[in-house]
């Protein structure tokens, strides 16, 4: 007991070091030059006189029809995706979410026609993209802890 105590004053003493006679703010480095906010504009937007007649360009768009990973592809732009013109939820399911025990972790993919999902009770389901309809569900092997 006496131990625990002893230990605690220590950590309170320590703790307080930082709080008392501590310097406020300290030393401010110089800013050399003349500092422009990138967070607010402070000044006012206007187009340039010289590109008023430049029209803007886009490549013809495409169709995506698979979603490999987060961002859609390795290089996370898509480009010109076309959409539809009005577009709406198709669908919706519910799939099982992070817990204390599991976390959800992976995003999920697209590709043939099947959107492929893994929940954070390691199940891996296939969905069929257009109906959202259940193909198939499995579940990966626990390893160690019980955990997959």
């Known amino acids: 007991m006496g131990r625990a105590m002893t230990v605690a004053a220590m950590i309170a003493l320590l703790a307080g070091c930082g709080i008392i006679g501590g310097k406020k703010g300290g030393p401010k480095t110089p800013v050399v030059g003349n500092r422009v906010s990138i967070l607010s504009n402070e000044q006012g937007i206007e187009v340039d006189p010289a590109l008023a007649d430049v029209p803007v360009t886009l490549p013809a768009p495409y169709v995506n029809d698979s ?12 480009g010109h995706v076309s959409l539809a013109g009005s577009p709406s939820q198709a669908w919706t399911v519910s799939i099982e979410g992070s817990s204390p025990q599991a976390r959800l972790a992976a995003s999920p993919v697209v590709a043939g026609g099947k959107l492929y999902v893994i929940d954070a009770g390691a199940h891996v389901i296939a969905f069929d993209a257009a109906s959202g309809s259940k193909l198939w569900q499995t579940s990966l092997p626990a390893e160690g802890n019980g955990r997959a």
């Open 67 to 78: 979603w490999s990973q987060p961002g859609g592809n390795p290089s996370k732009a898509m």
